[in-house]
């Protein structure tokens, strides 16, 4: 497994385990209620979600349920489909 290490000042997209994050997510993931968020559960995310919308900016937002927290995590990706730029609990999701 490759882990890149983040570095201040970076604007550009790192890696994160096995994710490509951008410099927004690695400052959101500092929030108590988005820190608590597992990577695993965004890869599944990525990988199976139960929904997806391409915004008008061509980002895609994907929606998988979180069985242990009883709630739907949303994900935005970048245009390239890889990029995670933000990850949180969807409370106003319906299925």
């Known amino acids: 497994m490759r882990v890149e290490m983040m570095t201040r ?3 550009g997209p790192h890696r994160l385990g ?3 994050t951008t410099a927004y ?3 959101m993931r500092q929030r108590p209620d988005r820190s ?3 990577d695993t559960w965004i890869e ?3 990988r199976q ?3 997806e919308r391409v915004q008008a900016d061509g980002r895609i ?7 242990a927290e009883a709630r739907y995590l949303r994900i935005i990706l970048l245009a390239d489909r890889e990029t995670v730029h933000n990850a ?3 409370r106003r999701f319906e299925p």
Do not use: T
Request: proline share 4%.
């Open 61 to 67: 937002r994907r929606w998988v349920y979180i069985e």
């Open 25 to 27: 997510f690695r400052h």
């Open 36 to 38: 608590r968020i597992l």
């Open 88 to 90: 949180f609990f969807d």
């Open 18 to 20: 096995f994710m490509k």
């Open 9 to 11: 000042g970076s604007q």
């Open 49 to 51: 979600p139960i929904v």
């Open 44 to 46: 599944l995310a990525i």
